[in-house]
């Protein structure tokens, strides 16, 4: 009996070893949790078709598919058109690399093509997109996943011919415009950096929806600086300044992130960029990089003027066109 016991016991020692660890979820989704729902055919389903649902993660597995499988992973888009989540997520389940991509957040009217990529591409973020990334966790975290949307993922999307027919905002910005011709030497540059500004500001105004104070503005950064890194999701205005300094930062997105050095691939002071900043309203940079930062977005109000004012990508901006 007691050899039976001891058999039976390892038995079910092994069987715990070896089944599948349950799904590790991110956290509540690209959006705060919330109770917003969209059905088909519902009248406030004013965003995407399910056509072009389909086509934005038709492009990003095309892409991805690959860049993932180098990695040793899996690429899974769950296509749940017909659940009326506001919302996006993401899973690691072994080597499954798992996003979970609702219709009802497609089906909101604030949601172009472009705007989706962006969502998309953060749920990719979360998967590859580097340092820093949550406490003892696989993932970047919020600020990263927003920051490697546009300075990598959005890039690789926008730059393929198939996606020039997305939905986007009818109308430019200005200040991306300004700002994207002084960051980037050549014009399919700026203007691939003005169209992911754009859909930054596509996105923010799904945020503004669910009440999270006035519609973000791209010349309106988040004066918060804040004491360490914060893994959570950042304040609208913050995340719409993350979005932004990703698209300006002129480093290519063919240089890949690290997992372990937030340096790599991207804009640091310490390179000697002074756009394109992980902004500073989530971002504690290290160190080394915070006696030389020209453009501290997430500054004081007065501080983030006089960077904006030495900044080569801001240099072109009408003062008058500035509000603070």
């Not at 056509?51 to 597995?61: H, M, P, S």
């Not at 696989?138 to 300075?151: H, I, M, P, R, V």
């Not at 050549?186 to 799904?206: D, K, P």
């Not at 309203?281 to 997430?298: D, M, R």
Request: hydrophobic share 40%; glycine share 8%; proline share 5%.
């Amino acid at each position: 009996m007691r050899r039976i016991l001891i058999a039976l016991s390892s038995a079910a020692l092994f069987a715990l070893l070896v089944t599948p660890q349950a799904p590790q979820l991110v956290d509540d989704g690209f959006l705060p949790e919330n109770d917003m729902k969209i059905p088909v055919g519902s009248k406030s389903a004013k965003g995407m078709s399910e056509a072009q649902f389909n086509k934005v993660l038709d492009k990003v597995e095309a892409l991805y598919g690959p860049i993932i499988q180098e990695k040793g992973g899996v690429l899974e888009i769950n296509r749940l058109w017909e659940d009326s989540t506001v919302n996006a997520s993401t899973q690691r389940i072994g080597n499954r690399y798992i996003l979970n991509m609702y219709g009802g957040l497609a089906r909101h009217d604030a949601i172009t093509q472009d705007g989706f990529a962006l969502v998309v591409c953060h749920e990719l973020g979360h998967q590859v997109g580097g340092a820093p990334k949550y406490a003892y966790q696989w993932a970047s975290n919020e600020g990263q996943a927003d920051y490697y949307a546009s300075l990598k993922c959005m890039r690789k999307v926008f730059s393929s011919a198939s996606t020039k027919d997305f939905s986007r905002m009818a109308a430019s910005d200005p200040v991306a415009e300004q700002a994207c011709a002084a960051a980037h030497k050549s014009a399919a540059q700026r203007a691939l950096c003005v169209r992911n500004a754009m859909a930054g500001l596509s996105v923010t105004g799904l945020f503004a929806s669910f009440g999270n104070g006035p519609a973000p503005k791209l010349d309106t950064p988040d004066p918060k600086v804040v004491a360490s890194t914060q893994d959570k999701h950042p304040a609208s205005q913050c995340r719409l300044d993350t979005y932004f300094q990703g698209s300006l930062c002129p480093v290519s997105a063919s240089k890949d992130v690290s997992d372990d050095d937030a340096a790599l691939g991207t804009c640091t002071a310490s390179q000697g960029h002074s756009v394109g900043l992980r902004p500073r309203c989530w971002y504690k940079p290290p160190s080394s990089e915070s006696l030389n930062i020209a453009a501290k977005f997430g500054a004081p109000a007065a501080d983030v003027k006089a960077s904006m004012a030495k900044s080569g990508a801001f240099s072109q901006l009408n003062n008058s066109s500035v509000v603070w």
